[in-house]
């Protein structure tokens, strides 16, 4: 029987593990996370930011890592959705 697990947090992602992967700490501790291109939106990030993240955790036969849905700054202005800007 599958059932989603979901995963949300605060904490940083403290170290690129390659490709699209990385390795994010929180206060209950450090979990594999998977960030695709376009879940970024822009947002960078870097190991000192705290971010806010929720995803799907995966279990493969060896590991869990956890598939990042959405990703935010902690305390950053909200993104515009873009568009046209009248000067």
């Known amino acids: 029987e599958f059932r ?3 995963f949300r947090s605060e ?4 170290k690129h593990l390659g490709g699209e992967n990385y390795l994010f700490r929180d206060d209950s501790g450090e979990v594999e996370v998977e960030v695709d291109g376009d879940v ?3 947002t960078e990030v870097g190991p000192d930011d705290l ?3 929720r995803g799907e955790v995966d279990h493969s ?6 598939e990042v849905e959405h990703l935010e700054k902690v305390g950053a202005a909200p993104l515009s ?4 800007i009248a000067k």
């Open 81 to 84: 959705k873009g568009g046209f």
């Open 11 to 14: 904490g940083k992602l403290v």
């Open 61 to 66: 036969w060896n590991k869990t890592e956890v």
């Open 51 to 53: 971010i806010r993240v």
């Open 40 to 42: 970024w939106r822009g």
């Open 4 to 6: 989603r697990v979901l």
